[in-house]
């Protein structure tokens, strides 16, 4: 109605979608599988060949099923539910006359995403945070918000695509056909100088940089000079000072992110998986919108064609041979197609009242994963792998840093639904909201009469 002043707020009580609660809370807890060796070994140790970590029998297994089932998925979680909330937060913008003033606060909200996620890098020095490029990515999602659910779709794929094509130096077809076009050089090369050819400086060259690339497969052996610098620079940083951790930390960041690109390429994979999410909240997917039956074929097909292909992956890359895998061409649409396997069995389960009982404690995780994803960078990195905490920087293994991740998981998810007895949000979602809307919001929960209480569990 014209003249109507619009009134806009956070979205709480019953008006929150439950299962989206839980499932952003199983993927701010999930990632911490995918994250915790990153912040608890040193990497460049193992960079090369994961094996040098460890690689006892347990090993193998947890590896295999966490690249299987897990791997990538977390993040492709939040990217769907990021996209889908992309559509809630705007939901009052979907018209040409609709309040200008929705699209204030979702610039605000996510330019202070960027804020925090240059917090988490900089300051608690996570190089792996996701908050930043989230924040960018939102930027770049707003017109978006009105386009059709099939040609948000065909966006969505658009990333994975890229990747199955691929590009001169990458992966992909084109990546894969230059592989193996170089090993059968390689072996060429080989026979030549079996039979006594004499080889120019750039063959002995070639020959020189692949025997590099099969050392650092071979276990008996120690790593190059070049690995063992990396090795021995992140391990002085991990021992020393906080500032010299946090300073390694800036320059990993910037070699990875900036000068090495991936913000790009971060941003890259996010905006298409984004725009899946929209598609399936549109559809009424991602929200429980559909049957039983729906969810239960989507988990069994998504899982069937996502899990079999990275089974395969993995069957190949256990054979530790240079040949490249299937994962090089087919790994974006696996991990999507895994990602929306999630999708399906949480909202099947949700659909059922022992499914509803067993993922209920992850609602309060999904309503403060903020607050949890930064706290879990804080207790990894400056307590339980610091070296004035409990110093255990280095000291697991593939099957103990899982377990580890799962003992940490298990004191947030209490932590969380204890919060929220007492809170409304989590403190940095209380912060958040509070900046966004530029007014103080709700943040104690208020208590209710015993009788209130005793009706709210008949």
Known sequence: MAGEVAEFGPVRGRARI????????????????????????????????????????????????IQIFWEGTQRGLFELLFGAGVLIFTAKAMKPDDPVAVADLYYRRNLLLVLFGLIDIFVIGWVGDILLAYGLCALLLFPFRKTPPKVLLAMGMAFAALMAVGWPGGGGVIGYQERVERIHKVEVLQKKRAEGVKLSG??????????????????????????????????????????????????????????????????????????????????????????????AGLAIVAYGVGCGLRAWDVVEIYKFTPWPTPGTIAGEFARLAVTVGHVGLFNLLMKTQAGRTVLSPFKAAGRMAFSIYILTSIVTLWFVFAPWGLGLWGKFGWTELAIAATVIDVVMLVLANVWLRFFLSGPLEWIWRSLTYWKRQPFLRPQVSEPSATAAFA
């Open 18 to 65: 439950d299962v989206i609660d839980v499932m952003r809370g199983i993927a701010i807890l999930g990632i911490l599988y995918m994250n915790i060796p990153f912040m608890g070994t040193n990497v460049s140790s193992w960079m090369h060949d994961f094996r040098r970590l460890s690689w006892s029998a347990a090993d193998q297994t947890t590896w295999a099923t």
């Open 202 to 295: 750039e063959d002995k060259k070639t020959l020189d940089k692949w025997q590099e690339k099969v050392d650092a497969h071979d276990l008996s052996k120690p790593p190059s000079k070049e690995a063992q610098v990396a090795i021995d620079a992140e391990r002085k940083a991990r021992a020393g000072w906080p500032h010299q951790y946090v300073m390694f930390a800036w320059f990993i960041w910037n070699k990875v992110f900036g000068d090495g690109n991936g913000l790009f390429f971060t941003v890259l994979e996010a905006v298409p998986a984004m725009c899946l999410g929209m598609a399936l909240f549109k559809w009424g997917v991602i929200q429980g919108g559909r049957s039983m039956g729906f969810y």
